[in-house]
């Protein structure tokens, strides 16, 4: 039986598994990277200012523009975000 485009992923994860004990293979997991916490003085102070932005916006239920970003600058951005919304 082949495998439709929209699976149940429970059921793809458990399919994948039984196959790979058929086959007497090992089942392969994703590895999580975990990084250290950054403090507020490493983040940039335009992207912490524009995390308070974001809040404000939200807050008042308003649409928010956000622009395009390298993975670095998004990682910073989502932790201002974090501690702003702890802060608050």
Sequence with gaps: MR???I???ADYVKQQSEECLQKDKKVRR???V???QM???EIDPKI???GCHIV???SKQQRVHVPAM???EWGHLLRALEMKRAWN
Excluded: E, F, V
Aim: glycine residues 4%; contains cysteine.
């Design 7 to 9: 699976m149940a992923m």
């Design 39 to 41: 403090t507020p003085d």
């Design 48 to 50: 912490l200012a524009l």
């Design 34 to 36: 975990t990084r250290r």
């Design 30 to 32: 994703q590895t999580r």
């Design 56 to 58: 404000r916006r939200c």
């Design 3 to 5: 495998p439709s485009i």
């Design 70 to 72: 390298r993975s670095g």
